[in-house]
């Protein structure tokens, strides 16, 4: 029965969703609505079931469908998500992990990778590679970037979340700081840990989207979304498509951690679907 | 059993790590390998790096030409074509030498020049400029002087001088209000569609085939050239010259690399020979590197492009000093460049031993004549 009911749930607020969307489209056409530069018509607004229409259309005359040409730039995309993701969660554990051993580099650096984030990515991503030319790996470091910072926060507190019984306990029997890290410390830090990974899941496939279009890269998504925005006059429901298609991307990264954090925590502070 | 989850989830963190890092590294290795070899035996082929202005489409097609058709490969040329995008600069690659050769608009290199960045221009490949302003044509707007007292739209950051150029000449001062209300146009041509604008800046190749792939909510047809007043710069008098190769001064002043650009552009020029003889290969060959381009936009697009190089009476790629002088002097006029610019900003040896190279083509395109390319609804 759970089951039956999520996916009511699902179909609900889908439906509702969509009813918000037309129903503000109908108001907008039927006023006249105006906000500044935007006006409501099919141009800003597509109808959704246009949009979803679109990706079973050919993407050109005589072309394969949109969703195949989407769904290859989303596996590119995912490609390099994937790789920044597990270098900005490897990276972001290992400074969470030192930060946590020194008080004195924590209260040094930490600032400094609060700060690293209010940096634009934009700002970054062309600096990246420019420094490590245009490519494959500068779309991962970039996605890293955005990875990393979510996990170093939660593996700080996750690391100091753990029993001081336990810790005590530990101690006396002589354990070393390094066992005490594997053995407590770290299992302890898992559930912060995953909710960490969860936001950089889908992070790490923003990071990528914009670090595709200053590596010259056009076979992701980030391509696709410059194209079709180049050409949104044309076929507006195209970019939406895209977008939808990046967005479902996301999604899946999210739902893979949140499938592992099942399997490797028992003990997590709060359970997301 | 629990105690040794962590370690088995680190091992896998670590093992996908390793997977996905060590196979990117794989690739670059294999790619640096390739290089020392091409750099002991003077058989392999040299390789070189094209950056381009923009996104893959049919404005790049001969270079995408040359490098499938095996022409680049003819000439010892390994080349990769790195597509440009909204924050790629290209003269910026090109000097930084993250590519050999670059494609720019030649306003754009006068103006690194100026600033005094050390690039020149071998072979200006588009001989007439595709900047137009469109007006509907029942607003009467046919010529740029009846643009006084009216809301023109024009792109920024560069692509605007062309148009200043030729309202100042017909007495319209751009900066003035009262003169005109110049509009800045983001790039896409709604505001010229909802006429918000009277009069809007596009490309012969691009936007103003956007207009017409739309549906005329009037009479639900698409529009057409007739609903429409085209004005060229090319008429106005006031081009100025746009697609041309640039590369390094430092590079190209060694001998060696001299010799490898006589190469590149003999090679992209047979492109470019190709696509005006064969548009449908070419097309094809554009479509093959941009899965999410239209068809029928980019076979628009090329057929432009070609009007835009051919005929070309001193051969393909060899610069014109008479368009280049106005280029550089409506530059200077509006601020793009501080200095007047020099003559060493280009040169026309390497494009003229190019052309002289492939005496077996035409290379001038004297007989080509535009096609009639249907527009399709939203460029499919």
Not at chain 1, 199 to 205: D, P
Not at chain 1, 244 to 261: D, H, K, Y
Not at chain 2, 142 to 169: H, P, S
Request: net charge negative; aromatic share 10%; hydrophobic share 45%.
């Amino acid at each position: 029965m759970p089951v039956l009911r999520r996916a009511a749930t699902l179909l609900a607020v889908l439906a509702a969703l969509w009813a918000l969307w037309e129903g503000f489209k109908a108001f907008g056409e039927a006023v006249g609505l105006r906000i500044g530069a935007f006006t409501v018509d099919d141009l800003s607004m597509p109808h959704l079931h246009d949009i979803v229409a679109q990706l079973f259309e050919p993407s050109r005359r005589n072309g394969p469908l949109l969703i195949e040409v989407l769904a290859d730039a989303a596996l590119f995309t995912a490609k390099e998500a994937a790789a920044g993701f597990l270098l900005g969660a490897a990276i972001g554990f290992a400074l969470g992990v030192v930060l946590h051993h020194s008080q004195l580099l924590q209260r040094g650096f930490l600032p400094y990778i609060v700060a690293s984030q209010t940096v634009p990515i934009l700002a970054i991503a062309p600096m990246v590679v420019v420094w490590l030319k245009a490519g494959w790996l500068s779309v991962a470091v970039i996605a890293a970037y955005l990875t990393f910072f979510p996990v170093t926060i939660n593996a700080l507190r996750g690391l100091g979340s753990a029993d001081p019984r336990a810790l005590e306990l530990m101690r006396s029997y002589a354990a070393s700081r390094w066992a005490i890290l594997w053995k407590l410390k770290v299992p302890a830090s898992l559930p912060y840990l995953f909710s960490a990974f969860k936001v950089s899941a889908t992070a790490s496939v923003v990071g990528a989207i914009i670090g595709e279009l200053p590596s010259s890269i056009q076979d992701g998504l980030g391509g696709a979304i410059l194209n079709f925005n180049q050409y949104y006059l044309s076929s507006p429901p195209s970019l939406w498509a895209t977008n939808l298609i990046a967005a479902l991307l996301g999604i899946c990264f999210f739902l893979v951690v949140a499938a592992l954090e099942r399997i490797f925590v028992r003990r997590a502070p709060e359970h997301v679907a | 059993m629990k105690g040794r989850t962590w370690l088995w989830l680190a091992a896998l963190l670590v093992a996908a790590l390793f997977a996905l890092v060590g196979c990117g590294g794989g690739d670059e290795e294999g790619e640096a390998g390739g290089g020392e070899t091409a750099a002991g035996e003077t058989q392999e082929a040299t390789k070189v790096t094209l950056q381009l202005k923009w996104v893959t489409q049919a404005q790049f097609a001969g270079y995408y030409a040359a490098l499938e058709q095996g022409f680049y490969e003819d000439e010892g040329l390994d080349v990769t074509i790195k597509p440009g995008g909204p924050d790629i600069t290209p003269e910026q690659v090109v000097a930084s030498g993250q590519a050999e050769f670059g494609i720019n608009w030649l306003p754009s290199l006068l103006a690194t020049r100026d600033q005094g960045g050390d690039i020149v221009n071998i072979a200006q490949v588009f001989a007439r400029s595709g900047m137009t302003e469109v007006t509907w044509k029942d607003s009467g707007i046919e010529t740029i002087a009846d643009m006084r007292g009216k809301k023109v739209g024009v792109w920024c950051c560069g692509n605007q001088f062309e148009l200043y150029a030729a309202l100042t000449k017909n007495g319209i001062d751009p900066k003035d209000k009262n003169d005109v209300t110049i509009v800045d146009q983001p790039f896409d041509m709604n505001l010229f569609i909802k006429r918000e604008v009277d009069a809007a800046a596009a490309m012969t190749y691009n936007e103003l085939a956007q207009v017409l792939e739309q549906k005329n909510p009037e009479t639900g047809e698409l529009y057409t050239l007739d609903d429409l007043n085209v004005i060229t710069m090319e008429e106005a008098g006031t081009a100025m010259l746009e697609d041309g190769v640039f590369v390094r001064g430092d590079w190209i002043a060694e001998e060696q690399n001299q010799d490898v650009a006589r190469r590149f552009l003999k090679a992209s020029f047979r492109g470019w020979i190709y696509c005006r003889d064969n548009p449908d290969e070419c097309l094809q060959i554009v479509l093959d590197n941009g899965p999410t381009l239209g068809e029928g936009h980019q076979r628009w697009m090329l057929n432009e492009i070609n009007a835009l190089i051919w005929p070309n009476d001193t051969g393909i790629g060899v610069m014109d000093e008479e368009d280049f002088e106005r280029t550089a002097d409506i530059a200077e006029q509006f601020g793009v460049i501080k200095k007047p610019a020099t003559d060493d900003a280009y040169r026309t040896d390497l494009a003229e031993a190019a052309v002289a190279e492939l005496k077996d083509e035409d290379v001038k395109g004297e007989g080509w004549e535009k096609e009639q390319v249907e527009v399709t609804e939203g460029g499919e």
